[in-house]
Every structure is written in structure tokens, then in C-alpha cells.
Nanobody, 122 residues
Framework: QVQPVESGGGLVQAGGSLRLSCAASGRTFRGYAVGWFRQAPGKEREFVAT????????YYADSVKGRFTISRDNAKNTVYLQMNSLKPEDTAVYFC???????????????WGQGTQVTVSS
């Protein structure tokens, strides 16, 4: 079973950028779509972006469209989330997860990483 591992979180000022990475351990991401999700304190986990195995299908939450870009390097078994123009409301723990078919529905993913904290200061 694939086990995603997130990295790249940190503290950044509003307007800044971060790039998160999601690497596969246990087995590769071959054939898997990978999604990014986030959970702020006191809130439910929400969908951020997802990308199909080929990279040809990408979905974004409305709140991040035009600011975040999801990409993948299948040779490196890694999926990235480039986050630009960050806002304080982007502060959350960011998780990546994998499933065979691309989906923007959080509950349809069942291979989750441990998360990485992103904090955006105003």
C-alpha cells in the first residue's frame, strides 16, 4: 500500500510562497492520482487540489485557483504543491493522499500522509 510523506511546510509572510512535496514510500505512486488537502484548527479537512497519474487532469478548490499549482514528477515519485500569494487563511496542516481515480472528494481517499504545517502570518 502506498504511503505518502509530506514535507516543505513552514512559516511564511502573507504574499509569500512555499512548495510542498509529497513523496511515496512503501510503494510508488504509479497509477495513482494524488490530492492535497488541508485542515485548519476547528475545521474539517478540505480539498485543495488533485492531479491524475498522467498529470492530464487537475482540479483545484475555488479558494486556491490562480494561486496554487499542483504538479508531479513520476520519475521521482513525488507530487508538488506550489503555493503563491499566500494568505493568512491558508494556514493549516496540509495532507496529501492517493487513490486510483482522480477525485476532489476528500472521503474518497484512503492512503493519507501525516501532514505538514503551513503558517501564514499577516
Amino acid at each position: 500500500q502506498v504511503q505518502p510523506v509530506e514535507s516543505g511546510g513552514g512559516l511564511v509572510q502573507a504574499g509569500g510562497s512555499l512548495r510542498l512535496s509529497c513523496a511515496a514510500s512503501g510503494r510508488t505512486f504509479r497509477g495513482y492520482a494524488v490530492g492535497w488537502f488541508r485542515q485548519a484548527p476547528g475545521k474539517e479537512r478540505e480539498f485543495v487540489a488533485t492531479i491524475s497519474w498522467s498529470g492530464g487532469i487537475r482540479y483545484y478548490a475555488d479558494s486556491v485557483k490562480g494561486r496554487f499549482t499542483i504538479s508531479r514528477d513520476n520519475a521521482k515519485n513525488t507530487v508538488y504543491l506550489q503555493m503563491n500569494s499566500l494568505k493568512p487563511e491558508d494556514t493549516a496542516v496540509y495532507f496529501c493522499a492517493a487513490r486510483e481515480l482522480v477525485s476532489n472528494i476528500t472521503d474518497e481517499y484512503d492512503n493519507w500522509g501525516q501532514g505538514t504545517q503551513v503558517t501564514v502570518s499577516s
